[in-house]
C-alpha cells in the first residue's frame, strides 16, 4: 500500500526525526525489545527515533514464506496502522 510513496529527502543538519510504529497485537515482550532496540540505535548510532505510538486495535500481519526463500505479508487492518502513524507527525 505504500511502494514507491515514501521516501526520505537529505537533511543539511539535525537528520531525520524518526518515528516508531509499534502494533498493540505484539506481545508485551516483543514491544519491550522493540523498544529497548530503537533506544539502542538512539544512543549507539545518534539516530533521532523522537517517539512511538501505539496502534488502537491489532494490525493483524501475517506472513508467507515461499519455496525459494522469499517472503510476503498481508495487513488486515490498514488503518489502525495509519491512525497510529498520523499520531506521530
Known amino acids: ?43 549507539t548510532l545518534g539516530i533521532n527515533v523522537h517517539a512511538y505510538s501505539l496502534t488502537d486495535e491489532p494490525v493483524g500481519v501475517s506472513l508467507v514464506m515461499g519455496a525459494n526463500g522469499n517472503s510476503r505479508g498481508n495487513i488486515d487492518n490498514v488503518d489502525t496502522l495509519l491512525e497510529a502513524g498520523r499520531r506521530l507527525v
Open 1 to 43: 500500500f505504500a511502494n514507491g510513496k515514501l521516501g526520505l529527502l537529505p537533511v543539511t543538519s539535525g537528520g531525520h526525526r524518526i518515528g516508531l510504529v509499534l502494533d498493540s497485537g505484539m506481545e508485551e515482550a516483543l514491544r519491550t525489545r522493540q523498544l529497548q532496540a530503537a533506544d539502542a540505535a538512539r544512543a
